[in-house]
């Protein structure tokens, strides 16, 4: 993601190639998304004849001064990047553009060809990138920003405009949040994204998570001499990060979780200021009362630990409990109803004893919700319909066919016949 030293690298370049030439075309994409608040028409409009007089930028955001108003701006996003024709500008990661690829590029979402032939385009591949027309310029010096949103909104430029030790000590003794979260925003410091903040808090060995408001002064002042060695080294080298110093978290940072080492040190990756934040814990510790508070919640995560495999083992055990309990019944039930009454049936020839311990059983047993048993179950209701009080006409013809059934096998073979 371009930060501060990408984004001034692309200022450098522009400045350095198109400062006192015209605009003689320009080609805006149809990408509402990155083009924003004007329609493509409206911006060609507002750049082809106008001369471009400077180059400026404020954190993360640039903009091209025109010798009238308005003038296009530039929030780079995830992947923005500036590439200007036969100019080798920057090789940030994932904005690198080689000979070899289409001119302009499908990314483009800004093309502008100047009066002596030169050409620079604007690209954006995640269209994550913000470019628009801006009025109400002021820029009588490269520290005074346009006065409207949002270069408006930024905090102080982190290498134009550093602040002092004291200046910085004060204003961290007004901040209850995590210092990374801090360096993250940008009305408060511009210019500072993700991996600069994981660089600057690794080489001033502070954890992330720490309160800024709990900082020393020595920590303040430690933190704004790595500001300033992170942002001027990047820039040494173009914001080209295979240059980055060998010793930088930075070439470790995008590595898997237990493979990733900075100087033979572990790097451990947690959450800070809602961003993946790259750290050593042996060197970045947490200090004063959140120390002791981090002490007590490791005490009690071991503890909850082997605690929590106990209660662990036993939620498994105390739901199990119930469920053998109720198969027992059910099943138990289920089986006993099952294969007695069959045995009547089966082995007795309809034997009145058996069947009627068998019919208190299962009016004992026997849910009022199951289902109409099958098979021999069958038989038996009918048999104890034959025996009921009050029986229907029809379950009086089958106790006479059961009667006839009991009687003998020459008698049953004439009954069937009859019927």
């Given at each position: 993601?371009?930060?501060?030293?990408?984004?001034?690298?692309?200022?450098?370049?522009?400045?350095?190639?198109?400062?006192?030439?015209?605009?003689?075309?320009?080609?805006?994409?149809?990408?509402?998304?990155?083009?924003?608040?004007?329609?493509?028409?409206?911006?060609?409009?507002?750049?082809?004849?106008?001369?471009?007089?400077?180059?400026?930028?404020?954190?993360?955001?640039?903009?091209?001064?025109?010798?009238?108003?308005?003038?296009?701006?530039?929030?780079?996003?995830?992947?923005?990047?500036?590439?200007?024709?036969?100019?080798?500008?920057?090789?940030?990661?994932?904005?690198?553009?080689?000979?070899?690829?289409?001119?302009?590029?499908?990314?483009?979402?800004?093309?502008?060809?100047?009066?002596?032939?030169?050409?620079?385009?604007?690209?954006?591949?995640?269209?994550?990138?913000?470019?628009?027309?801006?009025?109400?310029?002021?820029?009588?010096?490269?520290?005074?920003?346009?006065?409207?949103?949002?270069?408006?909104?930024?905090?102080?430029?982190?290498?134009?405009?550093?602040?002092?030790?004291?200046?910085?000590?004060?204003?961290?003794?007004?901040?209850?949040?995590?210092?990374?979260?801090?360096?993250?925003?940008?009305?408060?410091?511009?210019?500072?994204?993700?991996?600069?903040?994981?660089?600057?808090?690794?080489?001033?060995?502070?954890?992330?998570?720490?309160?800024?408001?709990?900082?020393?002064?020595?920590?303040?002042?430690?933190?704004?001499?790595?500001?300033?060695?992170?942002?001027?080294?990047?820039?040494?080298?173009?914001?080209?990060?295979?240059?980055?110093?060998?010793?930088?978290?930075?070439?470790?940072?995008?590595?898997?979780?237990?493979?990733?080492?900075?100087?033979?040190?572990?790097?451990?990756?947690?959450?800070?200021?809602?961003?993946?934040?790259?750290?050593?814990?042996?060197?970045?510790?947490?200090?004063?009362?959140?120390?002791?508070?981090?002490?007590?919640?490791?005490?009690?995560?071991?503890?909850?630990?082997?605690?929590?495999?106990?209660?662990?083992?036993?939620?498994?055990?105390?739901?199990?409990?119930?469920?053998?309990?109720?198969?027992?019944?059910?099943?138990?039930?289920?089986?006993?109803?099952?294969?007695?009454?069959?045995?009547?049936?089966?082995d007795s020839g309809g034997d009145e004893g058996d069947d009627a311990s068998s019919k208190r059983k299962r009016g004992a047993k026997k849910p009022p919700t199951k289902s109409k048993p099958k098979g021999g179950k069958t038989g038996e209701a009918e048999q104890r319909q034959t025996r009921g009080k009050g029986a229907a006409a029809k379950r009086k013809h089958k106790e006479v066919d059961d009667n006839l059934s009991n009687s003998g096998e020459n008698g049953t073979e004439d009954g069937e016949e009859d019927a």
């Amino acid at each position: 993601m371009p930060e501060l030293p990408e984004v001034e690298a692309a200022r450098r370049a522009l400045a350095e190639n198109t400062i006192g030439k015209k605009i003689i075309k320009a080609i805006v994409a149809d990408d509402s998304k990155v083009i924003d608040g004007v329609s493509p028409k409206d911006f060609e409009a507002a750049l082809v004849g106008k001369t471009i007089v400077a180059v400026h930028r404020k954190g993360k955001n640039m903009w091209i001064q025109l010798d009238s108003p308005p003038i296009p701006s530039f929030q780079f996003g995830m992947a923005g990047a500036v590439y200007i024709k036969g100019v080798v500008v920057t090789k940030y990661k994932r904005s690198a553009v080689k000979d070899t690829d289409e001119w302009p590029s499908k990314y483009s979402k800004l093309f502008v060809e100047l009066a002596d032939g030169m050409e620079f385009s604007f690209t954006d591949k995640r269209r994550f990138a913000k470019v628009r027309l801006l009025d109400n310029v002021i820029c009588e010096t490269v520290l005074q920003p346009v006065s409207v949103p949002p270069i408006s909104e930024l905090g102080p430029d982190a290498l134009m405009e550093p602040m002092t030790e004291d200046d910085l000590s004060n204003s961290l003794r007004k901040k209850n949040i995590g210092i990374k979260a801090l360096l993250l925003d940008q009305s408060f410091i511009s210019g500072i994204g993700n991996w600069m903040a994981d660089e600057v808090l690794y080489q001033a060995r502070i954890h992330p998570q720490q309160t800024a408001s709990s900082l020393s002064k020595e920590s303040c002042a430690t933190l704004l001499k790595c500001i300033n060695e992170v942002t001027e080294k990047a820039l040494e080298v173009g914001a080209d990060s295979s240059q980055f110093p060998d010793d930088w978290i930075f070439h470790s940072r995008e590595k898997k979780p237990g493979k990733a080492f900075v100087d033979g040190k572990k790097i451990d990756f947690i959450k800070a200021g809602g961003r993946t934040t790259a750290y050593v814990p042996e060197l970045q510790k947490l200090s004063g009362n959140q120390a002791v508070k981090e002490t007590g919640k490791r005490s009690k995560r071991t503890t909850g630990g082997n605690g929590g495999g106990v209660d662990e083992s036993g939620s498994e055990d105390e739901p199990a409990e119930p469920k053998v309990t109720k198969g027992r019944k059910i099943g138990g039930a289920s089986k006993s109803s099952k294969k007695k009454p069959s045995a009547s049936v089966k082995d007795s020839g309809g034997d009145e004893g058996d069947d009627a311990s068998s019919k208190r059983k299962r009016g004992a047993k026997k849910p009022p919700t199951k289902s109409k048993p099958k098979g021999g179950k069958t038989g038996e209701a009918e048999q104890r319909q034959t025996r009921g009080k009050g029986a229907a006409a029809k379950r009086k013809h089958k106790e006479v066919d059961d009667n006839l059934s009991n009687s003998g096998e020459n008698g049953t073979e004439d009954g069937e016949e009859d019927a």
